[in-house]
């Protein structure tokens, strides 16, 4: 092997395969649209504690998909020995929201077309997905399910108590009752008829009311 030889190696004919150009774009791209996926993830999260480092992920996912995928696209013998070798990468970080599904495909699936060079689908289709999340995600409505959790002192004050839940909400079921000497607890679910929960500041005052504690089940955390 000459000289010459050694430039002349398929190796080094893959580095003009793609040109500087197209690389800068497409990661550029990939950039701007994984910073639209961080933040719309960060303005829709409703989870327990927010991560910063999982919203740097889907930026760093999106870019990290679109350098495959360019690579794979310019050599046929290297797509399928990629396949090979990623098949052996095994993830084990547990996905705590299933929303999160959402966001990690959302990546990868437009890291995949910014590379396949479907610029408009890439950048249309990730605001259309981004407006839909944004307004179904933050939707707040009141027909969401509440567990109110209400401590009297005795039966009749707890009659007192139903009644009154009866006329301040749209559906109300008793799911547990629990009597001792001088406390009856009552876990009621509760369908309010609007978003307001003054009722329960009312009902925590009546007489014969030790405590009353409205919370929400429906998989939203409250705080």
């Known amino acids: 092997m000459t000289f010459n030889d050694i430039f002349k190696s398929s190796f080094l004919n893959n580095v003009t395969s793609i040109s500087l150009f197209d690389m800068t774009l497409a990661l550029l791209l990939a950039f701007g649209v994984g910073m639209f996926i961080f933040l719309v993830y960060k303005k829709t999260f409703a989870g327990v504690m927010y991560s910063s480092g999982f919203g ?121 009752k629990t009597v001792q000497k001088g406390v009856v607890e009552l876990n009621v679910e509760i369908r309010l008829k609007d978003d307001s929960t003054d009722f329960i500041n009312i009902l925590a005052d009546m007489e014969g009311v030790n405590s009353a504690v409205l919370v929400s089940y429906n998989g939203d955390y409250m705080g």
């Open 56 to 176: 740097v992920t889907l930026i760093a996912l999106t870019m990290i998909t679109t350098l495959v995928i360019l690579a794979v696209t310019s050599n046929i013998v290297l797509s399928l020995g990629m396949v090979g070798a990623l098949s052996i990468v095994r993830f084990r970080t547990a996905i705590k929201e299933p929303l999160d599904i959402a966001f990690l495909f959302w990546s990868i699936a437009a890291g995949i077309v910014l590379a396949a060079g479907l610029i408009p689908l890439a950048v249309i289709g990730s605001l259309l997905i981004g407006i839909i999340l944004l307004i179904f995600v933050n939707r707040k409505t009141h027909v969401n399910p509440y567990i109110a959790v209400i401590s009297c002192t005795d039966h009749a004050s707890e009659l007192r108590v139903r009644e009154y839940l009866e006329q301040q909400v749209r559906r109300l079921v008793v799911k547990s």
